[in-house]
């Protein structure tokens, strides 16, 4: 019985070791898409705390890319996958990521001052089948914060 569990577990770890690189892969592969269509890439895998979950555990959040578009400042999501048969990667990019996002965007945005900057949240889908070329595509201003705005937030940053 535990050889089957230590075999079971070992694989997932493969797996996600796997899942982690390609993740990284296409956070690459997004970044020179992004230098390569006339974006400044600002920071790569900002991360910060953004409060606690319902059970005071300290959340963390991330944002695979920060990037200028002429004076548009564009909080990127990355989804990588190798195949789209099951469900497309922006499937990934669901309400809970995007306010995930969004609160560390505004969080982002106190520590730099950039109160009246144009923004945006942007996601990059990065297609890798086998055999094939990469698929990448820029989805712009894919959801806008007013979707999570609460009252606290209006005139605060």
């Not at 493969?14 to 892969?25: C, I, T, W």
Request: proline share 2%; aromatic share 8%; hydrophobic share 40%.
């Amino acid at each position: 019985m535990s050889q089957t569990l230590s075999v079971v577990i070992q694989d997932k770890q493969v797996r996600s070791q796997s899942s982690r690189e390609l993740g990284d892969l296409g956070e690459r592969m997004a970044a020179e898409f992004l230098i390569r269509h006339g974006f400044r890439l600002v920071v790569a895998n900002f991360k910060v705390p953004v409060g606690r979950n319902s059970k005071g555990v300290q959340v963390s959040g991330e944002i695979d890319l920060i990037a200028l578009e002429n004076d548009t400042l564009c909080f990127t999501e990355v989804k990588t996958r190798r195949s789209a048969e099951f469900a497309g990667p922006l499937s990934a990019v669901d309400r809970r990521k995007q306010r995930q996002i969004t609160r560390t965007a505004r969080i982002y945005r106190r520590i730099f001052g950039l109160k009246e900057i144009a923004f945006r949240f942007d996601v990059i889908t990065v297609l890798i089948r086998k055999g094939e070329d990469p698929q990448i595509e820029l989805i712009r201003a894919f959801w806008s914060e007013a979707k999570f705005r609460k009252k606290a937030w209006i005139g605060d940053i």
